[in-house]
């Protein structure tokens, strides 16, 4: 399957009941007349992080070498502090 090379996501992997649209990469998944108007179920919250970038952020990764990483390994960066987990793997 393609599914990680095209950026889609799997229910219950990447995103989940707790994920809104921004936090997954899917704004493009919200219509202009709910964006401008809002009034839909989590609108609120939504709308804000849409202005306000959310605290987490799902996004794809490229590994250059070694062995593919596989789901729920943390990501840590340069100062060897943890900044994500893998979702898919």
Known sequence: ?????AGLCLYGNDIDQNTTPVEAA???????????????LGSDIILKQLVEPPA????GFIVSKGAPPRGHEKIYNEA???VGEVTSG
């Open 80 to 82: 060897g502090e943890v």
């Open 56 to 59: 987490r952020k799902r996004f």
């Open 26 to 40: 899917l704004t493009w998944t919200i219509g202009k007349r709910r964006k401008e108007q809002g009034g839909f």
């Open 1 to 5: 399957s393609l599914r990680l090379e």
